[in-house]
């Protein structure tokens, strides 16, 4: 249906050109003496057709933004349901495995042998910890990319912990806005830990007060960067071979046109990067 709309749409739009043109030709050659002027009846017939199909293209480029929304949502809900899939997935292999350790877990305990059964839960939970991800931001664009990311910095051995105290209320009109500024700053958060020497960890959390929503991003980063200057230099990057950097660049854009602000904070070899954005703004209320 929609292929439809869009082959009518350029049907419209080039009998609407062709008209134009017929008529911006017959008025041009109405100014010289040695043509005959298009008769007045066809001019009118013709300018008559031309607001019809104007008219008409209007409502045709609303129907395609309409189903462009529409294509995007269910893109987002088929996203969103594989992810509700996999987790599904995994927690009947947990139920399917658990009675074989929690005979473990009994074996263990009949021995007496409770160094053992401790180490073996602390492995047991650290691995349901890293497998299970359970995100709900309250917008249903934010909850896909964080499992994205998630899975993104967990495949790159960084350790990650995403916190919503605060359910995210957005306008469709700034949904795009917003999920751009917090991919480039998962992004490079991501980027930056997986670079460092030591630790790497990458952690978000949602929250808000009375006037504004707040995403605050930590990560570690490699001590040697100079991330001080860097996160004031446009196109900084801690890639190599000067790939990318245009993720700082690209935050503070979209910050802006959400007329909220950005901050960090280096301390202890993290860095923190905190964006708020005012509630009348995110919610469409200003």
């Known amino acids: 249906m929609g292929r439809d709309y869009y082959k009518t749409g350029i049907i419209l739009f080039g009998v609407q050109l062709?008209?134009?043109?017929?008529?911006?030709?017959?008025?041009?050659?109405?100014?010289?003496?040695?043509?005959?002027p298009y008769p007045l009846p066809l001019l009118l017939v013709l300018g008559f057709a031309v607001l019809i199909l104007c008219i008409v293209s209007i409502f045709v480029i609303r129907h395609l933004y309409i189903q462009s929304l529409r294509a995007r949502q269910q893109e987002v809900e088929l996203l969103r349901l594989k992810h509700i899939e996999e987790q599904n997935r995994l927690h009947r292999q947990y139920r399917h495995d658990l009675y074989n350790h929690l005979t473990v877990i009994s074996g263990l305990a009949q021995l007496g042998r409770l160094d053992k059964l401790m180490e073996y839960l602390e492995s047991f939970l650290d691995v349901m910890n890293q497998t299970i991800i359970n995100v709900s931001s309250g917008l249903k664009e934010l909850d896909v990319l964080l499992y994205t990311k998630i899975v993104a910095a967990r495949n790159k051995a960084i350790e990650i912990s995403v916190q919503c105290r605060e359910p995210l209320v957005c306008d469709q009109n700034h949904v795009v806005q917003i999920i751009s500024v917090l991919a480039n700053a998962l992004d490079n958060a991501i980027e930056a830990a997986a670079n460092a020497d030591g630790e790497k960890r990458v952690g978000m959390v949602i929250s808000g007060d009375s006037q504004n929503y707040i995403f605050e991003v930590t990560n570690t980063?490699?001590?040697?960067?100079?991330?001080?200057?860097?996160?004031?230099?446009e196109g900084f990057t801690t890639k190599g071979k000067g790939k990318g950097g245009q993720g700082i660049s690209i935050i503070r854009r979209g910050v802006e046109r959400l007329r909220g602000t950005v901050n960090y904070n280096l301390s202890d070899g993290f860095c923190q990067l905190c964006i708020e954005s005012p509630r009348s703004v995110l919610e469409g209320k200003a």
């Open 18 to 36: 062709l008209l134009m043109s017929i008529l911006v030709y017959g008025t041009i050659i109405s100014q010289i003496a040695s043509f005959r």
């Open 221 to 233: 980063f490699n001590p040697e960067t100079n991330f001080a200057r860097g996160l004031n230099v």
